[in-house]
Nanobody
Framework: VQLQASGGGLAQAGGSLRLSCVASGSVNVMAWYRQYPGKQREWVAV???????NYVDSVKGRFTIDRDNAKNTVYLQMNSLKPEDTAVYYCKVVHITARGSKDYWGQGTQVTVSS
């Protein structure tokens, strides 16, 4: 499975950005992570094939993850952005087969929020 992420950029505090990540095939769980400089990648939001979502506390009420299964695409709508949301964002998908599961990562997309 190959992933192509897009949608990062520069936004002002309080603004919005929408990230997209297209998978080359159907997948099960889709998620977004972010990584600050010098830090480990951290989980931000996840959505399963049934549309059930979960978020890290710091983005609840501001970020929304959704997916279009027909397009094998996951989105992250980021509203009320804060400077501390500045990070490189990565999409991750989990592909489950009868032989097990495997994680795939997209390339990162930079999100920069100015104060």
């Amino acid at each position: 499975v190959q992933l192509q992420a897009s949608g990062g950029g520069l936004a002002q505090a309080g603004g919005s950005l929408r990230l997209s990540c297209v998978a080359s095939g159907s997948v099960n769980v889709m998620a977004w992570y972010r990584q600050y400089p010098g830090k480990q990648r951290e989980w931000v939001a996840v959505i399963n094939s049934g549309g059930v979502t979960n978020y890290v506390d710091s983005v609840k009420g501001r970020f929304t993850i959704d997916r279009d299964n027909a397009k094998n695409t996951v989105y992250l709508q980021m509203n009320s952005l804060k400077p501390e949301d500045t990070a490189v964002y990565y999409c991750k998908v989990v592909h489950i087969t009868a032989r097990g599961s495997k994680d795939y990562w997209g390339q990162g997309t930079q999100v920069t929020v100015s104060s």
